[in-house]
């Protein structure tokens, strides 16, 4: 832990928190876009500055290892997550798993395998799947937080699995919705603890 001074301390925590937040399908104002911006909200109520890539801004070549040439949209997202001190993924559920659009923008995340920050070590994850129906969802959410697991990252103890077969995220004063909000938060609350922690 560190010794930093009190003051330094408060420095730390003072510094806005900066979020990621991924997610979306390429259907324009989907229930998983809608998912996504509504964690992103509890994220900012929370004081993060938040970074939200969605939709069609992470229709990326596939993943190849055996070339370092990469599209501007890959070389974004790679550098938004090293600025990143938190990261929210949200996935539709395509049968039963995590859609080819989010875990082809997460292959890239190998790019960060050599960095003085490895993956997403040390790093918050907030968790968020949608499908139509419980099944779906349920598998979706179990398989992003594997794949931050496996990256280093630390799920956030909620992870919310929404029914789109509901609709229910029309209101801001849903149950989804104070859920999606409490994961943004949980986000943020890591990082700055982290942070303290790391006196970084």
């Known amino acids: 832990m560190s010794d930093a001074p009190p003051e330094h301390s408060q420095d730390v925590l003072d510094r806005p928190v900066r979020l990621l937040a991924i997610g979306g399908s390429t259907r324009p104002e989907s229930t998983t876009e809608r998912a996504l911006a509504m964690v992103a909200e509890g994220a900012r109520t929370a ?3 938040v970074e939200v890539m969605s939709g069609r801004e992470l229709m990326l070549p596939i993943y190849d290892t055996e070339t370092s040439h990469r599209a501007e949209g890959a070389r974004r997202l ?3 997550v090293r600025r990143a001190d938190g990261l929210v993924i949200v996935s539709p559920g395509y049968h039963g798993a995590i859609s080819g659009l989010i875990k ?3 292959d890239y995340f ?3 395998a050599a960095d ?3 993956y997403l070590h040390g790093m918050a994850v907030g968790c968020v799947a949608v499908a139509d129906g419980w099944q ?4 979706t959410l179990h398989q992003i937080r594997q794949v931050a697991h496996a990256l280093r990252g630390w799920p956030t103890p909620l992870g919310v699995a929404v029914n789109s077969g509901a609709d229910r995220l029309l209101s801001a004063d849903t149950h989804d919705a104070r859920q999606l909000h409490m994961v943004g938060e949980q986000v943020v609350q890591f990082a700055r603890m982290y942070r303290l922690i790391e006196g970084a």
Do not use: I, Q, S
Not at 136 to 139: C, I, K, P, S, Y
């Open 116 to 118: 003085p920050r490895p």
């Open 78 to 80: 790679v550098d938004a």
């Open 104 to 106: 082809n923008a997460l």
């Open 136 to 139: 779906a969802a349920v598998t």
């Open 110 to 112: 190998e790019d960060l």
């Open 47 to 49: 004081g993060a500055d």
